[in-house]
């Protein structure tokens, strides 16, 4: 049976389920080595500003190595943080037929790929944009530099057309491209949580006629939370409330200016949510809203979506052009644009029946962003690669 040997920092709740696809479809065999050691995993997350432990399984049903890392500051928001001495070697022993890739920025990442270059095929995935990049000296330089990381890759598996337009900017030809949609567990968010959702509404005054809009996620600069919550505040509804689910260091600065404006009675937070009750926050909602200044993907609008909900999405989020469709799902506004964003609000929620209808296309829609798509692409490119 063809082997991949798969390299990626931890555990993440939206790849594991793909790694144990692989294995129970048994086309091929895989094992996962996970670069940025147990020792490291479960550690500070700087934008929830707390220990984050996920409560879903994520080594269930593969097979999976740790790998020691041993970098001097250990961590995955930095390029020296994952240095596995021995990684090469342990990679070795499993002999692989190809290698697949996950990000390239990482000590460790880099240097597997560039060993394993012309001796076994290198595959890739990553979902990186062109949305955010400014002209100028960097830009330049940055064009050389990764130009010459791709030139290791063989085949990528890119996750929307904002991440294709990233690969062929950077040398890929189409024929090393394939597509492998971004993708969140649909049944699980699917799943009936209507009870729950109706008591949590419940719980926070929210009336079966109100309209709710959320966001869930980190509190930090670059998730622009706090243009939503002044967009809100600009709104002024009398019967439309914003849940704020999460944590992160813009916590007190957003809690100060709920607390100083005149809807603060509409402005609710509930704290850091674990994965399990995530379902229950989105099918509470009626309007899902990612604001963020600059996001590869968004896979909390695939959640959404998923729950049959309505989105707005900033512009910079990657999968805007992918998933959301003014008028049809939801909408897209301008980035960092409070003008254009409380428009879109008055629109979204003067109608909740609207929102209903909105939401079940974007069910519609998101029904095919899956797993098995993923896995099928993975099979087919590393069992071609025997004929």
Known sequence: MRKLAIITTHPIQYYAPVFKLLQQRKNIAVKVFYTLGIAAVNKFDHGFNKVVEWDV???????????????????????????????????KKYRPNAILVFGWAYNSHLKIIRYFNGKIPI?????????????????????????????HVNHVFYVGKNNKDYYERYGLKKSQLSFTPH???????????????????????????????????????????????SAFITLKPANVHLLLAGDGPNENKLKDMAGQ???????????FKNQTYMPVLYQAADLF?????????????????ACGKAVLVS????????????GKNGAVFTSDDVADLVGKLQQLTQDKGQLVKLGQQSKLIIKDWCFLPIAEAIENKLLNEAH
């Open 315 to 326: 512009d910079k989020a990657g999968c805007a052009v992918d998933l959301v469709e003014n």
């Open 123 to 151: 595959y890739f995935r990553g979902d990186s944009t062109l949305l955010n990049e400014k002209d100028g000296l960097k830009k330049t330089l940055r064009y050389i530099f990764l130009r010459w990381v791709y030139r």
């Open 289 to 305: 809203c990612l604001p963020s200044k600059s996001e590869t993907w968004g896979l909390s609008i695939n959640e959404a979506m």
């Open 57 to 91: 399984p994520l080594l269930d049903g593969y097979e999976f190595e740790w790998l020691e890392n041993t970098a001097v500051n250990p961590g995955s928001h930095h390029f020296k943080g994952i240095v596995n001495s021995d990684g090469i070697e342990q990679i």
């Open 261 to 271: 404006s005149s809807v603060t009675g509409n402005i609710h937070f509930t704290g």
């Open 183 to 229: 993708a969140i567990d649909n049944d699980r968010f699917e799943a009936d949580r209507k009870h729950e959702a109706n008591e949590l509404r419940s719980s926070l005054g929210i009336s079966n006629n109100d309209v709710l809009i959320l966001y869930a996620g980190k509190f930090e600069p670059v998730k622009n939370v706090e243009l939503l919550l």
